[in-house]
C-alpha cells in the first residue's frame, strides 16, 4: 500500500468507458487539481447537508475554479431524509438555476447525501455527472463507490433507484476528524465485511489494529480505507448491476435493513444495523455447519472491538424480522435468499435455508 | 417490407445485450406467443390508463398464461398526469404486491403511459424488466423505441428520467382503430418527422399515401409504422444516449415543446405542437439558406394533410418561447441548439443560428 502520509492513493474502478479513480489522502477538498478534471462543464452544484456544510462546504469551494457556475443546496441530515421528497428538492434547484445536461453535481457527506444526490444525478434530464466528496468513513469505504444509488421508500430500504457511476470518488481523510465516535464504528462494521466475505488477511490485520482504527491513526485508517476500496472496486468491476458477486457485499445487511426499517430509519444506524446483522448472518452460516463456534467467537469479538451492537432490538420478533425480510431487494420470486460465510473471507448466496434453521437463529439470537 | 395482412413483422433494436424485438402486425394482444419470451419472471404488472383499460386490457390479459401472478394498475389518462406522482403511484403497488426483481412491467397505453412506465421500470429497486405494448400511432412509431422514459416536471417537459430500455415492443395495429382522428393526426407528425429528417423517399411516399393512413388503410399504415420503427431503431443503435445523431429526432421538439409547456400539458397533443415546430424549424432554415420556399411550401402541406396546425397559438409572444427554449435539454452551457433541415430528408444540429434570425422567424411566423 501507499504511504498515505506523502501522497494521496489512487485507485480505479475499472468499468469500460464507465471507469472512474477513487483519490484517497488527506487534504483533497480544498485542492482544486481533484476535482477540475471530473466537471463536465461550468455548471455544477454542491448538495450536503445542515451538519456538512459548516464543516466542509467553504473548503470544498476552495477546490473550485472560480469561473464556474457555481450552485450549492444545503438539506437536512439524516436517514430519514432519504426520501423522494429530497431528491425533487435536488431537481427543483437544478431546474430553478437553468441546469443542462453538462452539469456536474457534487455530493459532499455521508452516504445518504451520496445515495441521494447519485439519484438525482441519475435521473436529471436522464442522468448527469456526478461526483463523490465522502465525509464519513461509511461513506468513503464503501456507500460512494460503485454506483448504487437511491431513496428509501416506507416499505423498504433503497427501494427506489439507479446504477448509475460517479465520475469520480475523492476520499479526504481529513474529514474523519469531526465524525462522532459512532459513526466511525458503523462505518467499521462495513470495513470488517470486506475482510468477512473476500480477504481473510484483512480481517486478521483489522484485529489488529481496531484500537488504532477507533483512535483516528491516520495511517491505519487510510490504509483501511485503500483495503476496503480496492476491495469493493474489484467487486464492482465484476459485477457492476448485481447479478452474481456484488450480493456478496450485503453480508449482514438482510438482517441489518429489517432493524433499521422497523426500528425507524436513523435510530439505528445503518452500519450498526450491519454489525448485529453480521453476527446473525455468522450464527445461521454456523447452524448450517460452515462456521465453528470459534469463527463465530471471532467474529463476536471483532464487531465488539469496533463498538458495534451486538444484539437484536428488544421489541422485534421473529414475525417482524420475517415481514421485512421478504421483501428485500435480493430475493427472486419469492425465495428469501441471504449472504452467509462458507469460512472466514469466503462468503456465498444462499436461498435454501430451512425456514425452521431461520426461525431457530432468530428466536435464539440475543435482544436488548 | 412485410405484408402485414400475413405475417406480424418483427425488427431488432440493436444495443448489444440490450438488444430487443418490435413486433408489428394485427391481433398480437391476445397471443401469448408474443409476450411470455419477454418476461422476466413469474410476477408482472399491466399499467394502463382509464381510457384504454376498457378497450384492451381484457385483449392483454388473455395474453398472459395463466400460472403468472398478474397486477393491474389504471391510472388516470392525459399529459398532465405525466408526473412524478403517478409514478410513485406505481412504485407503491409494486411494493404492496411485494414485486421483486424478478418482475416485469407491461406499459399498455400511448407515449404517457410508455415513458411513466419505463421510468418506473428503470428505478424500482434499481432497474426491471418492462414492455412496451404501445396503442397510439404515435407511441407505436416513436416513444415506445429506443428507451427514454420520464415525468414532466412544471419548469419543463420529461426534465426527469432514465434512459431504460424495454424487453420488447408489440405493435398490435388493430389499436389504432379506437384511436380518435386527433390523435392520429399526432402520431403522423412523428411519421412525417422520419421522412424529413432522414428519409426523402419515405417523405414522397408519405405525401403519396397520407389520405390512405388518415383512412386507416391496414397496409398504409402497417408501412408507415414499419418504416418509421426501422428508422428509429437504426437512430438509436447508432447512439442510445443522444450524444450525437439521436439528437436530429428532435425537430420541431424545441419549438414544440415550448408550445407544449406554455399552453398547458395536454392542451395541445405532444404531436400536434411538433407539427407545428417542425414547421418553424422549416421555416427557420429557409431563412438560414437551406432549405428553398418551394421545399418549405412541400413540408407545409404534407403537415396540412395530416391534420395538424401550421400556426402557433395566438397567446404566446416572442419572450415566451424563448424562455422557455432555452430550458430545453439539448442546450449546453447555455447555447441555444436547435436541430435543422439542411434539406429535405437530411437534418442537423445547429447552435449558432443568430439571436436575430430566431427572434425574426417567432415574431413573423402565423398565430391563430
Known amino acids: ?5 506523502n501522497a494521496p492513493c489512487t485507485l480505479e474502478v475499472a468499468l469500460g468507458e464507465r471507469s ?7 487534504g483533497l477538498l480544498g485542492d482544486p487539481r481533484w476535482l477540475a478534471p471530473h466537471l463536465a462543464g461550468r455548471q455544477v452544484m454542491v448538495v450536503t447537508n445542515e451538519t456538512v456544510a459548516p464543516l466542509y462546504l467553504e473548503r470544498l469551494r476552495q477546490g473550485l475554479a472560480a469561473d464556474l457556475e457555481v450552485r450549492e443546496l444545503v438539506l437536512p441530515d439524516g436517514e430519514t431524509t432519504k426520501t423522494l421528497a ?3 428538492r435536488i431537481w427543483d434547484a437544478l431546474l430553478a438555476a437553468g441546469f443542462n445536461r453538462r452539469c456536474t453535481l457534487i455530493a459532499l457527506g455521508g452516504g445518504v447525501i451520496g445515495d441521494m444526490v447519485g439519484f438525482a444525478a441519475a435521473c436529471y434530464q436522464r442522468g448527469v455527472a456526478f461526483v463523490q466528496v465522502p465525509t464519513t468513513l461509511l461513506a468513503q469505504v ?8 437511491g431513496v428509501n421508500h416506507p ?21 474523519l476528524a469531526t465524525l462522532p465516535p459512532r459513526e466511525l464504528s458503523a462505518g467499521l462494521a462495513e470495513v470488517i465485511k470486506y475482510g468477512l466475505i473476500r480477504d481473510a488477511g484483512f480481517l486478521a490485520w483489522l484485529e489488529a489494529e481496531m484500537e488504532a482504527l477507533r483512535g483516528l ?5 487510510a490504509q483501511a480505507i485503500e483495503r476496503s476500496c480496492a476491495l469493493k472496486a474489484e467487486i464492482v468491476a465484476e459485477d457492476e448491476t448485481e447479478q452474481g458477486v456484488r450480493a456478496l457485499l450485503n453480508l449482514g445487511h438482510t438482517f441489518g435493513h429489517a432493524i433499521e426499517a ?7 444506524l445503518h452500519g450498526e444495523a450491519v454489525g448485529a446483522g453480521m453476527l446473525m448472518a455468522a450464527e445461521l452460516s454456523c447452524r448450517l455447519g460452515w462456521l465453528g463456534a470459534e469463527e463465530v467467537a471471532r467474529i463476536r469479538e471483532i464487531i465488539e472491538a469496533a463498538g458495534l451492537p451486538l444484539t437484536a432490538p428488544a421489541d422485534m420478533g421473529v414475525d417482524d424480522f420475517l415481514a ?5 431487494k435480493k430475493n427472486l420470486d419469492s425465495r428469501l435468499r441471504l449472504i452467509l460465510l462458507r469460512t472466514l473471507g469466503e462468503a456465498c448466496i444462499h436461498d435454501a435455508t430451512p425456514t425452521e434453521t431461520l426461525i431457530d437463529l432468530l428466536e435464539n439470537f440475543p435482544r436488548r
Open 20 to 26: 472512474y479513480p477513487i483519490h484517497i489522502g488527506p
Open 142 to 149: 464503501d456507500s460512494s463507490v460503485g454506483g448504487k444509488t
Open 155 to 175: 416499505r423498504g430500504k433503497n427501494m427506489i433507484g439507479a446504477f448509475w457511476q460517479p465520475r469520480a470518488v475523492l476520499v479526504d481523510t481529513d474529514t
Open 217 to 221: 491513526d491516520a495511517f491505519a485508517v
Open 262 to 268: 422497523h426500528q425507524g430509519y436513523g435510530n439505528w
Open 86 to 88: 429530497s431528491v425533487e
Open 1 to 5: 500500500m501507499n504511504d498515505p502520509r
Open 324 to 328: 421485512i425480510m421478504r421483501l428485500d
